[in-house]
């Protein structure tokens, strides 16, 4: 189910940007998507950082049978010893029970973010071990899916921005920061369709 925000912000940005109008009718029908659970999306996050794709849907498949259930909880009565043998690295392993240790203890709480700016989340989300800026925006996006995140460290933003904006050359950060303010308030939704333009097939985060 699309976002409740989605007709409103491919209307805007149709009117705006010819270029971005013609992705928002390649792409009619489809939007993003959010994953749902919080604790298990950051989880997935950890687990396929600096891997392919293909690999870390395998080891998050053995994850997923060795734990049985992805949750705060779970993790933490398991402990690291208990998270060995699935294929992740030791530094994961931390990295995973840091994540379970932060939501137990309510210094993550999902209910609180409502009330939240993306910059108050982000610095939340970066005080765990494994957990960057970009993941944090990713997770704004594809989790909580608030509309006006732009992730300037993305690659795969700084290509579609650059081939079909700059004719394929390079820009600096600085030049890409300024040029994403023409999709105000829905940087998130244009960030979207600009993926699409590289790859038809919408990623589930």
Known sequence: MPPDYWTQAISDLSHQDALMAELVERFAGLSLVSRGDPFATLARSIVGQQISVKAADSVWGRF???VGSVAPERILALGESGLTGCGLSKRKVEYLCDLAGHFS????????WSTL?????ITELVAVRGIGRWTAEMFLIFNLMR???????????QRAVNDRYFKGEKQPRKTLAAFGERWRPWRSVATWYLWR????VPVEY
């Open 64 to 66: 997923l049978a060795q």
């Open 105 to 112: 203890s309510g210094q993550l709480d999902p209910s609180a």
């Open 117 to 121: 700016d993306d910059e108050a989340i």
């Open 147 to 157: 509309p006006d995140v732009f992730p300037l460290d993305d690659i795969g933003l």
């Open 197 to 200: 333009s590289l790859d038809p």
